[in-house]
T-cell receptor, first 119, second 112 residues
Framework: NAGVMQNPRHLVRRRGQEARLRCSPM?????VYWYRQLPEEGLKFMVY????????ESGMPKERFSAEFPKEGPSILRIQQVVRGDSAAYFC?????????????????FGPGTRLTVL | GQSLEQPSEVTAVEGAIVQINCTYQ??????LSWYQQHDGGAPTFLSY????GLEETGRFSSFLSRSDSYGYLLLQELQMKDSASYFC?????????????FGTGTRLLVSP
């Protein structure tokens, strides 16, 4: 049972280019979350999506950033006109459609992350 | 808004017991989770508390006091592989259910 998959694992872009990050959730999971992590810092929530819907994008910068989770295919986090400050690790996580009873709460399963470097 | 506070770093020796504290401020608290992250790796779920008390999972235990807005992660019989960052994360009505807000993390260094 494959876990959360992200690609690419490493992405290098020059200032002004576009970065496109992909995330395939675990099989059977319909909730996807994107987080950003700067070195030596915690995970900052960016956006929460379900299939074809953005549920909460309160952590997304208002400009240049967008996310989607289409009916078919992976979730995409898109950063337009990247700047050096966008350099970070971007993690995707997924959770099942029904909150499981028991001890795990809203357990989220994380992908390996995409390390974005902006030159 | 919400805020979570954790110590930035904790050091311990192999075989010891260490406690990592987390205090939080939020409205409509629902649950507190703990995640482990090794350098360069992905966060992995460790434990979750919605009710007061202790939850035990092998060498790791997590405690919650809702009245004190406080929780901790207890790691016993420390091993070198436990060297990692540990994050508490809160889920609440304030943050929007399903969404997790993470603390800044505690770096645990285990020495021989």
């Amino acid at each position: 049972n494959a876990g959360v998959m992200q690609n690419p694992r490493h992405l290098v872009r020059r200032r002004g280019q576009e970065a496109r990050l992909r995330c395939s959730p675990m099989k059977g999971h319909s909730h996807v979350y994107w987080y950003r992590q700067l070195p030596e810092e915690g995970l900052k929530f960016m956006v929460y999506l379900q299939k074809e819907n953005i549920i909460d994008e309160s952590g997304m910068p208002k400009e240049r950033f967008s996310a989607e989770f289409p009916k078919e295919g992976p979730s995409i986090l898109r950063i337009q006109q990247v700047v050096r400050g966008d350099s970070a690790a971007y993690f995707c996580a997924s959770s099942p459609p029904v909150r499981l009873a028991g001890a795990s709460g809203n357990e989220q399963f994380f992908g390996p992350g995409t390390r974005l470097t902006v030159l | 808004g919400q805020s979570l506070e954790q110590p930035s770093e904790v050091t311990a020796v192999e075989g010891a017991i260490v406690q990592i504290n987390c205090t939080y401020q939020t409205s409509g608290f629902y649950g507190l989770s703990w995640y482990q992250q090794h350098d360069g790796g992905a966060p992995t779920f460790l434990s979750y508390n919605a009710l007061d008390g202790l939850e035990e999972t092998g060498r790791f235990s997590s405690f919650l006091s809702r009245s004190d807005s406080y929780g901790y992660l207890l790691l016993q019989e420390l091993q070198m592989k436990d060297s990692a960052s540990y994050f508490c994360a809160v889920e609440s009505q304030d943050t929007g259910f399903q969404k997790l807000v993470f603390g800044t993390g505690t770096r645990l260094l285990v020495s021989p």
